[in-house]
């Protein structure tokens, strides 16, 4: 079965940080750029930040610049999410997404693309 799956999320107060992992299995996540999403209840996914396939190339959103890292470990076949310095704002449900590098070799943001797979999500509270 092919499948992702997040981990890490919690509730850390404002400041704190947290270290999201997205591991696959059933896939070969070499193959394929990644994507992390949040979602909060009424309201659609936010593309966070992506990574291309080999992780030479990045892309965050504004909101998140400078706090947030992506990073991957193809031996391990898991993307990373890097967050610290967190705010209330940060509270959602966050996903990771698999895209095909035949879809496309840069990654990206944008929700509306297709993707291939996609985690169930891991919750992210900040709050004190």
């Known amino acids: 079965q092919s499948q992702l799956v997040e981990s890490g999320g919690g509730l850390v107060e404002p400041g704190g940080s947290l270290k999201l992992s997205c591991a696959a299995s059933?896939?070969?996540?070499?193959?394929?750029?990644i994507t992390w999403f949040r979602q909060v209840p009424g309201k659609e996914h936010e593309g966070v930040s992506c990574?291309?396939?080999?992780?030479?190339?990045?892309v965050y959103v504004d909101s998140v610049k400078g706090r947030f890292t992506i990073s991957r470990d193809n031996p391990k076949n898991t993307v990373y999410l890097q967050m610290d310095g967190l705010k209330p704002e940060d509270t959602a449900t966050y996903y990771c997404?698999?895209?095909?590098?035949?879809?496309?070799?840069?990654?990206?943001?944008?929700?509306?693309?297709?993707?291939?797979?996609w985690g169930q999500g891991t919750q992210v509270t900040v709050s004190s």
């Open positions: 997404a698999a895209r095909s590098t035949l879809r496309s070799t840069r990654c990206t943001t944008e929700p509306q693309v297709n993707y291939d797979y």
């Open positions: 059933g896939i070969t996540l070499n193959f394929f750029t």
């Open positions: 990574i291309s396939a080999s992780g030479d190339a990045t």
